[in-house]
């Protein structure tokens, strides 16, 4: 599954929005949106050449930022942005370079609503990432794959303040890899699996 795909899933979910706002109340509003900061946690899982390295993503907070769009009071999808962002990739102790990785991902999500202001959810989907400035590591030597696709799960809840504000926790298990490459042979050094866990707080706005 490529950029294709994922272009295609949210266009399929675009599509339902009209028939299923139908089932909202006149007087509230499907859009949500919230801001957060989220600490990328990443498993780092290596595999030939790049484990003996011992090649590692750092760890580091992002700002993110998503839109939610509820069908109905439960049931409710939901797009996670960021910028691109620079990722650290160690050898060990040593620095090897940066990368920079901007990874959307695409939810549905089940809202539960009848315990008051505190409204917890799970949602699953896809995750995809691009990443660029990708022959930065080992002054040129090695580079990583354009892309990852995989899955995204979910748990989270808000807290509503009142009709319009609250805090939002959040945190979700992305799987993500990519393959590293010797740039000078095309060879492949392995693959680096990231599948980061990413707790998020931070606001909603419900309109």
């Given at each position: 599954m490529r950029l294709k795909s994922l272009v295609v899933a949210m266009a399929a979910v675009a599509s339902l929005a009209p028939a299923a706002s139908q089932a909202q109340s006149s007087s509230e509003n499907p859009w949500m949106v919230r801001v957060r900061a989220t600490d990328l946690i990443w498993q780092n899982g290596?595999?030939?050449?790049?484990?003996?390295?011992?090649?590692?993503?750092?760890?580091?907070?992002?700002?993110?930022?998503?839109?939610?769009?509820?069908?109905?009071?439960?049931?409710?999808?939901e797009l996670v942005l960021t910028y691109p962002q620079a990722i650290q990739i160690n050898a060990g102790s040593s620095k090897l370079g940066t990368i920079k990785a901007l990874p959307p991902s695409l939810l549905l999500q089940y809202h539960?609503?009848?315990l008051g202001a505190f409204k917890p959810y799970v949602g699953a989907g896809i995750n995809y990432t691009i990443f660029s400035s990708r022959s930065n590591l080992?002054?040129?030597?090695?580079?990583?794959?354009?892309?990852?696709?995989g899955f995204a799960g979910q748990v989270g809840a808000d807290y509503m303040f009142d009709k319009n504000w609250g805090l939002n926790i959040d945190v979700k298990y992305?799987?993500?890899?990519?393959?590293?490459?010797?740039?000078?042979?095309?060879?492949?050094?392995?693959?680096?699996?990231?599948?980061?866990?990413?707790?998020?707080?931070?606001?909603?706005?419900?309109?």
């Amino acid at each position: 599954m490529r950029l294709k795909s994922l272009v295609v899933a949210m266009a399929a979910v675009a599509s339902l929005a009209p028939a299923a706002s139908q089932a909202q109340s006149s007087s509230e509003n499907p859009w949500m949106v919230r801001v957060r900061a989220t600490d990328l946690i990443w498993q780092n899982g290596q595999t030939n050449a790049v484990s003996t390295l011992n090649v590692k993503a750092e760890n580091k907070v992002i700002p993110e930022f998503d839109v939610s769009y509820f069908f109905t009071k439960n049931i409710a999808t939901e797009l996670v942005l960021t910028y691109p962002q620079a990722i650290q990739i160690n050898a060990g102790s040593s620095k090897l370079g940066t990368i920079k990785a901007l990874p959307p991902s695409l939810l549905l999500q089940y809202h539960f609503t009848e315990l008051g202001a505190f409204k917890p959810y799970v949602g699953a989907g896809i995750n995809y990432t691009i990443f660029s400035s990708r022959s930065n590591l080992g002054n040129g030597t090695y580079s990583v794959a354009s892309s990852s696709t995989g899955f995204a799960g979910q748990v989270g809840a808000d807290y509503m303040f009142d009709k319009n504000w609250g805090l939002n926790i959040d945190v979700k298990y992305i799987t993500m890899a990519t393959d590293v490459t010797v740039v000078s042979s095309g060879a492949n050094a392995g693959k680096l699996t990231l599948n980061p866990w990413t707790p998020s707080i931070g606001v909603t706005y419900k309109f």
